[in-house]
């Protein structure tokens, strides 16, 4: 999920999602395409997902900074990754693909390792991730590039040792709920001590179970405040104590007040890219220059 304290304006932005059968499970795909005549500087909000950012762009690319570290061009981005930027300038293109951490363990490995961090790609992936571009810049359309990533995720699916069947559970039971669940409960659900649900949890996707759950109910508050709903009603509907409560816990994630969150443009075109991930349905307004490529 994307969020912009200089943003650039939405009409220097194309859209394109993928048609459903060139999608995986547990794996979310959107195209953009930026014309920006000026520097755009992009803040990365926080999502409860491993993200996986194919740079698509011809010379210069995109850089991405967090925690006093520069990475150039594609890069893998861990769950909570701090205070995370990204810079480019004129016509950019790129491949965002959001990984549900279960599925990013499988492809990447222990996910504890990708955790708070931004790497790039060729250091996941090694020469790999060269051709991956190569082939996907090459396409003639966003339809043949979504369809080459599937190929590309699909044969490393597997790749690695699968989370337990006990963790992949807890994940699930954690984004349905939308992060209103009880650790305790979740460790009777799979009838396993408190301990052993922490340490395992952790261990393969790289957070704890409750900051999982405080990252996703982040997330559905986000995206109700940028619908238009006034903060106190999202506190509630999202699970908050109160609207201080649900401040602080903006402020952590994003960096942000909610008032700010809920007008960052990046998060209206995030309904657009993954519609079915946002707790409300909106639309692109006619005229908007977000278009549905499929």
């Known amino acids: 999920m994307l969020s912009t304290r200089t943003p650039p304006d939405e009409a220097w932005v194309d859209v394109a999602v993928p048609c459903p059968s060139a999608r995986l499970p547990g794996v979310s795909m959107a195209g953009f395409r930026h014309r920006a005549p000026a520097a755009v500087d992009i803040a990365m909000v926080a999502?409860?997902?491993?993200?996986?950012?194919?740079?698509?762009?011809?010379?210069?690319?995109?850089?991405?900074?967090?925690?006093?570290?520069?990475?150039?061009?594609?890069?893998?981005?861990?769950?909570?990754?701090g205070d995370l930027r990204a810079t480019g300038r004129g016509v950019g293109e790129c491949l965002q693909i959001r990984l549900e951490p279960v599925v990013a363990a499988a492809l990447f490995g222990a996910s504890a390792e990708l955790s708070g961090t931004v790497v790039a790609l060729e250091d996941v992936w090694g020469r790999d991730a060269g051709r991956a571009e190569d082939r996907l810049r090459a396409a003639a359309s966003w339809d043949e590039r979504?369809?080459?990533?599937?190929?590309?995720?699909?044969?490393?699916?597997?790749?690695?040792?699968?989370?337990?069947?006990?963790?992949?559970?807890?994940?699930?039971?954690?984004?349905?709920?939308?992060?209103?669940v009880r650790v305790d409960g979740l460790a009777?659900?799979?009838?396993?001590?408190?301990?052993?649900?922490?340490?395992?949890?952790?261990?393969?996707?790289?957070?704890?179970?409750?900051?999982?759950?405080?990252?996703?109910?982040?997330?559905?508050?986000a995206h109700l405040l940028a619908a238009g709903h006034a903060a106190a009603r999202v506190a509630t509907e999202s699970g908050y104590v109160d609207q201080s409560h649900l401040h602080r816990e903006v402020t952590t994630f994003a960096g942000l007040t909610p008032t700010a969150l809920a007008v960052a443009p990046w998060l209206a075109i995030d309904d657009v890219a993954w519609p079915a991930s946002s707790p409300t349905q909106r639309h692109a307004k006619s005229g908007e220059h977000i278009p549905d490529l499929r």
Do not use: C, M
């Open 146 to 180: 979504f369809t080459i990533a599937v190929n590309i995720l699909g044969r490393r699916l597997g790749a690695h040792s699968p989370v337990d069947p006990q963790v992949a559970h807890i994940w699930r039971r954690t984004l349905t709920s939308r992060g209103r």
């Open 47 to 81: 999502h409860p997902s491993v993200t996986l950012l194919v740079d698509l762009s011809e010379g210069e690319g995109v850089v991405y900074e967090t925690r006093g570290r520069h990475e150039r061009g594609s890069v893998v981005v861990g769950l909570l990754p």
């Open 188 to 221: 009777d659900e799979v009838g396993w001590s408190r301990k052993r649900l922490w340490s395992r949890f952790r261990s393969q996707l790289g957070i704890t179970p409750k900051r999982a759950a405080r990252l996703v109910r982040f997330d559905h508050a």
